[in-house]
């Protein structure tokens, strides 16, 4: 894994030498529109607590689509078979593409953070341990968007959809969600962050329900994986793109 994650890494640093406008200008991008969604939503709810996990946003996108678009763009420029006839896994690959999209994505996280201590006044302490969870709940659900990649192979708008659900949970205010809000906190995907993301100091009902949601996803997305994988295999869709 180690000797895969250095190949990522200089892939990633061979895209910002050839491509350095294209990058610069996506992260640009990114940043005014997370941004200005941020600064939106202060200004309807008024509160600085509503937008504090917003921040770590820009870690999900990454860690959710990574496999399965980075999955798709070896189809259609033809190195799947290099991918499915390497020496790691597939699984393996896809998990470290993941987890270098994640620290690419800590830039602009860091800008956007910047920016909300600037513009808006607040000293927003965002918890290591919320990033950790973010990490593995990201590479849980990325992966079972790849699982679906490898049976449909164009899953493009059921992506998105993902992300505009996920950018909606982050954007509507919890005190809206009051009825049960335990099991809605257990099970529905990066809640755990919400529980976290900006808290210094946690009860112990809280702490376990965001580490059973990290588990339940993460374990979720290895089985759900696993399962399209096999399917997928045996139904010819591998190997032979």
């Not at 969604?37 to 600085?48: E, L, Q």
């Not at 800590?106 to 808006?120: G, S, W």
């Not at 079972?144 to 990649?149: E, F, H, K, S």
Request: aromatic fraction near 14%; charge should be positive.
């Amino acid at each position: 894994m180690y000797i895969l994650f250095i190949a990522e890494t200089k892939k990633s640093i061979n895209l910002l030498k050839n491509y350095p406008l294209d990058i610069i200008g996506n992260t640009i991008s990114f940043v005014i529109v997370i941004g200005a969604i941020i600064f939106a939503v202060y200004k309807f709810t008024g509160g600085i607590e509503d937008i504090k996990n917003l921040i770590i946003y820009p870690l999900l996108l990454g860690l959710i689509g990574t496999p399965s678009s980075s999955l798709r763009e070896d189809v259609e420029i033809g190195t799947f078979e290099q991918v499915f006839n390497s020496n790691y896994t597939v699984a393996e690959i896809l998990i470290c593409r993941s987890l270098m999209s994640f620290i690419v994505s800590l830039f602009p996280m860091t800008i956007i953070l910047i920016l909300v201590k600037i513009f808006i006044n607040s000293n927003t302490f965002l918890s290591p341990f919320a990033i950790l969870l973010a990490l593995v709940d990201g590479i849980g659900i990325g992966m079972i968007l790849a699982g679906l990649t490898m049976i449909y192979r164009k899953i493009g708008s059921f992506l998105n959809l993902v992300y505009l659900l996920s950018l909606a949970e982050f954007v509507i205010p919890h005190k809206y969600i009051s009825p049960g809000r335990h099991i809605f906190e257990a099970f529905v995907p990066f809640s755990n962050i919400m529980l976290t993301g900006t808290r210094t100091n946690m009860t112990l009902t809280t702490l376990s329900i965001a580490v059973f949601n990290t588990l339940f996803w993460s374990f979720l997305g290895y089985v759900l994986y696993k399962s399209m994988y096999n399917t997928a295999r045996k139904a010819g869709k591998l190997g032979r793109y």
